[in-house]
């Protein structure tokens, strides 16, 4: 039954009262009344459930409350038998998948009596530990993106540069970057001039006697 249905004769009435599922039933002889907490059950965890049962008439029922807790349409079921604990029933149950569920309460009094609430169990959130881990996997990432993204803009805004010449090299007439130890100026296809070289003399032959130089003219 939805939470909030109008139940029949032996339906329990579930209302949800901020954290918890409040549960209603009565009839001409007694009136029960319990909680859920919480509100929304979780597979493979406990919830706490609480009962009290009070009648119009007669002495006070003290009980015992038999449970039956079980998924709907599934043979396989939990039943706890409960003795009251001050003027309450209280237990814990634990839920082993998420879907519709069914709690039956009996108890006999005058007569006995079967009551059935229903209810939903919701699936249990992330571990806390694998959603810290993907809350930092995600940091990560976004951390990673906007440096890429900012090396990027940086290269935008620097102005390209030529390569650099390696050291001590020269460059050309023609602009050509020189390796160190070549000459800048070839004698071909330049304009230079030819290299300069020193004339040959001749040497006096040996055992040739070197001619006199004329006598100046005489004065009279």
Do not use: C
């Not at 859920?36 to 009980?63: K, W, Y």
């Not at 230079?192 to 020193?198: G, I, K, T, V, W």
Request: glycine share 12%; no cysteine.
């Amino acid at each position: 039954m939805p939470v909030g249905a109008a139940p029949s004769d032996d339906q329990i009435r579930v209302e949800r009262r901020g954290d918890l599922l409040e549960l209603r039933w009565a009839d001409s002889e007694e009136r029960l009344q319990g909680t859920i907490h919480p509100a929304n059950p979780r597979e493979g965890e406990p919830f706490t459930l609480s009962l009290h049962v009070g009648n119009f008439q007669g002495p006070e029922f003290d009980g015992p409350l038999t449970l039956t807790f079980h998924q709907q349409g599934s043979p396989t079921q939990v039943t706890k038998t409960l003795t009251r604990q001050g003027v309450n029933w209280h237990t814990e149950l634990v839920p082993d998948e998420a879907g519709p569920w069914e709690l039956e309460v009996r108890y006999r009094r005058t007569h006995l009596k079967v009551l059935t609430a229903r209810f939903t169990v919701v699936e249990p959130p992330l571990p806390r530990g694998l959603g810290w881990g993907l809350v930092a996997l995600a940091a990560g990432t976004a951390l990673a993106l906007g440096v890429r993204a900012g090396l990027r803009r940086i290269r935008a805004a620097t102005p390209g540069t030529g390569p650099t010449p390696p050291p001590d090299a020269t460059v050309g007439a023609t602009g050509a970057v020189v390796p160190p130890g070549t000459s800048a100026v070839s004698g071909e296809g330049t304009g230079a001039a030819p290299e300069s070289r020193p004339e040959s003399t001749t040497a006096p032959e040996s055992g040739t006697a070197p001619t006199p130089p004329p006598d100046p003219p005489s004065s009279q």
